[in-house]
């Protein structure tokens, strides 16, 4: 039986240390730092998602200001709000909550975003900073799981890391970080996408499994090293009339099974989900702070 790595319990000592940061500042005289998060639409995921993202910024006295724009919302008017979160010399930070509907350019929006103040790291010269090493908004997702790792005492140095999925939020993003001269890096990775050939025999050989895929239960036991460290970003909500709320939430794993071979084991949920909000708090302090960019 595996070790459970309860990213629960690592995120709450996370915002802990965060909420003490933002009272001194408070204490100071300072202003706390003030995120915005911008939804566009009503798709389901992303409404809890920005809900726990509020609640996560109240619970560590970070200011949090939420724009609910309806899906109709054209490109254009989007792009004002952005121009107007860039020059609110009251916002430190902001994030456009993804997907968005498919009648706006999301990469169009990114590019449109005040690097200094893109605390998702998503515009291009964020992901061009964290890819040559210089100070960057690290993406949430991907900077969660290092840190996850790290307070979990398991070191990637040296070791196979075999990523399962290319987006730009995880997948991408986490097989550049991994793979960095850095510490808590230094990982020799492997990236599989929905194109890699013999992938079961590819995931086999992985010390560290990362599994961003996007499908439930797509990793199965058989896909898995006797001993590896499997770490799920999926999250999934599964109709299960069997349960009081009508569904389950379940990950990229079939956690039973798997976790009956793996040495370490993320939970879904309970894992890497509660990480990515606690990272965007740390880089919303980073903004603050004006650390990234002097
Ligand atoms: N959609 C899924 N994950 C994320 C994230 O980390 N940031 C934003 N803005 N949208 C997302």
Redesign the pocket.
Known sequence: MSRIIDGKAIAAAIKVEIAAEVAAMIDADLDPPHLAAVIVGEDAA?MT?VASKEKACHESGITSTVYRLPESTTENELLRIVEFLNSDPEIDGF?????LPAHINADKIIEAIDPRKDV?G?HPRNVGRMTLGLPAYL???PFGIVELLKRSNISVEGKHVVVLGRSN?VGTPVSILLSRKSANANATVTLCHSKTENLADITRQADVLIAAIGIPGFVTADMVRQGAVVVDVGIHRITDLSQAKGYRITGDVDYPAVSAIASAITPVPGGVGPM?IVS?LHNTLLARRKEIYT
């Open positions: 992303s998602y994030i456009i909550q993804l997907p998702d998503f993406p949430a997702t939020i990515t965007l």
